[in-house]
């Protein structure tokens, strides 16, 4: 398969459920429409935005083919296919396939997290790139795993001919060194995954990343990136540090009902969580627009 290169801005897009705890999947094409409007690179569906762990298999693959159908021309979809088990990992991603996905992102698997050490994710990642039909990248997203996948066997894998990259949303720019140091930056496309990293990231030489605040903001995260290509870095760094306060607290603090909350203040359509998540307290949304408001997002 021929590599792929990845640059820009991709939003981990959120699932929108309506008030009986069902996929709202007219709200789903609501945003994708929108976001067609901005210069983003393309669309994760199912990452840890869309509340995947929550969806059906009907689910998943219903909003792949939304996503597929409703994508502007020359933009990238990217599923989140990672499932616990090797065999089931290798099922969805070829079903993705079979939908129009052009590439996977493959969680580490967690839930026996104490074994899942180098050996046992090189040849999980392997045996995965070796069986699917599109290429595939690395998850590394440890506040949900506490799976942390290493510098060395992130640069064993990267050098198999399907494995095309890596989204790290661990938020080290530390690592995010070591990793560099490992792979081949013009086969491999090492992206971060939250705008904490953002301008550090693009200062180390990375050109894509997967954020939950395109969701909502999609013209400050892509304003970032060219700003810093056109030279102009104050610009580029004083966007990135007003919208910092916004990212920590609809990817920390509030969580994805925080980030549904924005998305709708904002024209995008949030819709509510699927429970067991809670939805926003009046006061909780107090704090929000106050943070929105001095980021002057609103």
Request: proline share 4%.
């Amino acid at each position: 398969m021929s590599f792929i290169k990845i640059k820009g801005v991709i939003p981990p897009m959120i699932t929108p459920f309506d008030e009986n705890d069902m996929v709202d999947y007219e709200k789903h094409i609501y945003n994708m429409k929108r976001w067609n409007q901005y210069d983003l690179a393309g669309y994760l569906v199912l990452g840890s935005n869309s509340e995947t762990v929550f969806l059906n298999e009907e689910e998943k693959l219903q909003l792949i083919r939304l996503t597929v159908k409703h994508r502007a021309e020359g933009r990238l979809v990217m599923v989140g296919t990672g499932m616990e088990s090797t065999r089931e990992t290798i099922i969805l991603t070829n079903k993705a396939a079979a939908l129009g996905a052009d590439c996977a992102l493959i969680v580490t698997p967690f839930y026996y997290g104490g074994k899942m050490n180098d050996e046992a994710l090189i040849a999980y990642y392997s045996e995965v790139a070796d069986n699917t039909d599109i290429p595939i990248l690395i998850y590394n997203v440890t506040k949900y795993t506490h799976v942390n996948i290493s510098p060395r066997a992130v640069g064993i894998l990267s050098r198999h001919p399907n494995i095309i990259g890596m989204k790290d949303s661990s938020g080290s720019i530390p690592q995010l060194v070591d990793y560099k140091r490992e792979v081949d930056m013009k086969e491999f496309n090492l992206m971060v995954g939250t705008v904490s990293s953002w301008f550090p990231a693009l200062a180390l030489g990375v050109e894509g990343t997967v954020q939950a605040l395109a969701n909502c903001c999609p013209q400050e995260c892509t304003d970032i990136q060219r700003f810093y290509d056109e030279g102009r870095m104050e610009d580029s760094r004083d966007l990135y540090e007003r919208v910092f306060p916004v990212n920590s607290a609809v990817t920390g603090g509030f969580g994805i009902a925080g980030l549904k909350y924005v998305c709708d203040k904002l024209g995008f359509a949030g819709g509510q969580v699927r429970k067991p998540l809670l939805q926003l307290k009046d006061d909780e949304k107090d704090k929000l627009d106050k943070i929105l408001e001095t980021a002057e997002i609103v």
